[in-house]
C-alpha cells in the first residue's frame, strides 16, 4: 500500500465516523461542526482522487458559505435537541431498513465505476486541458439535459419550502401596497385652522377671608 492509499482510507475512516456523529450527537452545534469535519474529509478524499474542481468547489459552497449559514440559524434561534431526539429510538428500525436498502441501490449503481477493466481510454488532449476544463464540456454537452431537469427540480424544491414556511400569523405586522398605493393626501393629512395668538385664561382670585 502506498502513501496515497494509507490517506485514502485514513480520510474515509474519519468520514464515516464524522458522519455517524452528526446523527448521533445530543447538541445541534455539534452536529454542524461534525457536519463540517465530514465535509473537509470529502474534499481531501476528491483532492487525493485528482478531482481538484469538485474538493473546491465543495470547500467554497458547502463548508465556507452552507455550514456557516447553518450554524449561525442554529445558534441564533437556540434549538432545543432533545426535542428532536424525541421518538429517536423508536423509529430507529425502520429508518436503518430503509438505510440499508437505499446502501445497497447505491452499490448497485456504483459497482460498475470499480470496473476499471471496462473503462474507456482518455483522449490525451483531454487530458492537458485538465479535469475542470473537462468537467465542463461533459456537463454542457453530454448531460446537459439531466442538469436542466436537476435545476428544475431544486427550483420546485425551493418554491415548495417556502410555500410551506408561509404562513399567516397572528402576531405579523405587515403592509398591503395595493392599499398604501390608493391613499389620498386628505387620508393622511388634515389641516385644523388656528387662531394665530390664543388669550390666556384669567388665573381665579384666591378668596380672601372665610365665609360665616
Aim: hydrophobic share 60%; charged share 15%.
Amino acid at each position: 500500500m502506498n502513501t496515497t492509499g494509507a490517506l485514502f482510507y485514513l480520510f474515509s475512516a474519519v468520514l464515516l465516523f464524522s458522519s455517524f456523529r452528526v446523527i448521533t450527537a445530543k447538541s445541534t452545534v455539534h452536529a454542524a461542526l461534525f457536519l463540517v469535519l465530514a465535509f473537509a474529509n470529502a474534499s481531501v478524499i476528491w483532492m487525493l482522487l485528482k478531482a481538484e474542481f469538485l474538493a473546491i468547489a465543495l470547500v467554497l459552497v458547502y463548508v465556507g458559505a452552507v455550514m456557516v449559514l447553518f450554524l449561525f440559524v442554529v445558534m441564533m434561534l437556540d434549538l432545543k435537541g432533545d426535542d428532536f431526539r424525541e421518538g429517536f429510538w423508536k423509529n430507529m428500525p425502520l429508518a436503518g431498513m430503509i438505510g440499508a436498502v437505499i446502501a445497497l441501490e447505491m452499490a448497485l449503481v456504483l459497482m460498475r465505476g470499480f470496473q476499471l477493466t471496462d473503462a474507456p481510454a482518455l483522449d490525451p488532449a483531454l487530458l492537458k486541458m485538465g479535469n475542470t476544463r473537462v468537467l465542463g464540456i461533459e456537463v454542457y454537452t453530454k448531460y446537459l439535459y439531466p442538469l436542466q431537469v436537476a435545476a428544475v427540480i431544486l427550483l420546485v424544491a425551493i418554491v415548495a419550502a417556502i410555500a410551506l414556511t408561509l404562513r399567516r400569523r397572528k402576531d405579523s405586522r405587515y403592509q398591503n401596497p395595493s392599499q398604501q398605493v390608493l391613499v389620498k393626501k386628505a387620508d393622511r393629512l388634515r389641516i385644523v385652522k388656528m387662531a394665530p395668538v390664543v388669550d390666556a385664561p384669567a388665573a381665579p382670585q384666591a378668596p380672601t377671608g372665610e365665609q360665616k
